[in-house]
């Protein structure tokens, strides 16, 4: 089975902090993508990464940067958390035959005061 | 430019009813895929199905069954004798075929079912 876990479930930050989320796949997939999710906007794409070390900004990159240093990590971080990036953040990953499945971690609840 | 449009927000259903969520979508590709998620309270979406724009046949499986119509560019999502478990979040997403192998995918809006016992 792929599994994709994210490092954490829910996680509180005060605004201005320096936040990291850690994703981690298993199946050896090129593909990661990093979304968030809100109420009435479904999930919108942030940043993908198609290597290591390379990555590509999806629909809605500000306030975000990204790091992928080996092929099952990807990681998400947000320079200086806001409270306007309170949302859910799914990770998820995939192999490089367009005709794939995209597979989705359990996502982090990040609240930031 | 690609978009996917789930028309309802919500759906509160009895169990044993069938119920069918709507989605429909634009795109200019020529070839793509279509594919339904779902959301338990747990958080992690679940892969449903996937669809190339080529093959029209409707599928079943179990329960569930879907109906794809490129004359109207709608992939909708049929759950017969819902149950209790089939309360989730439930979302259509689009993907272009061609290009890089790293083809984004568009979500909906997201459907919020909720069946009651």
């Known amino acids: 089975d792929v599994k994709v876990t994210q490092s954490s479930r829910y996680l509180v930050k005060r605004t201005g902090e320096k936040v990291f989320l850690e994703c981690v796949q298993d199946m050896d997939h090129e593909n990661m993508f990093w979304y968030r999710q809100d109420p009435g906007l479904g999930l919108r794409l942030i940043y993908f990464s198609y290597d290591v070390k390379m990555k590509e900004k999806g629909d809605i990159p500000e306030g975000y940067s990204v790091s992928r240093e080996k092929k099952e990590r990807f990681s998400l971080i947000l320079e200086s958390a806001s409270t306007n990036q309170t949302s859910m953040y799914l990770c998820?990953?995939?192999?490089?035959?367009?005709?794939?499945?995209?597979?989705f971690g359990p996502g982090t609840r990040l609240l930031v005061l | 430019a690609q978009k996917v449009t789930q028309a309802q927000t919500e759906i509160s259903v009895v169990e044993k009813e069938d119920v069918t969520l709507d989605c429909v979508y634009e795109?200019?590709?020529?070839?793509?895929?279509l594919f339904w998620y779902k959301q338990p309270p747990s958080g992690e979406l679940v892969f449903l199905i996937r669809r190339n724009s080529f093959d029209e046949q409707n599928e079943i499986s179990g329960r569930y069954s879907w109906n794809f119509q490129k004359s109207t560019s709608s992939f909708n999502f049929t759950i017969t004798a819902s149950q209790v478990v089939d309360s989730a979040v439930y979302f259509c997403?689009?993907?272009?075929?061609?290009?890089?192998?790293?083809?984004?995918?568009?979500f909906g809006q997201g459907t919020i079912l909720t069946v009651h016992p």
């Open positions: 795109t200019r590709d020529t070839t793509y895929y």
């Open positions: 998820a990953s995939r192999g490089a035959n367009p005709q794939e499945t995209q597979y």
């Open positions: 997403a689009l993907r272009p075929a061609g290009g890089t192998s790293y083809g984004k995918l568009t």
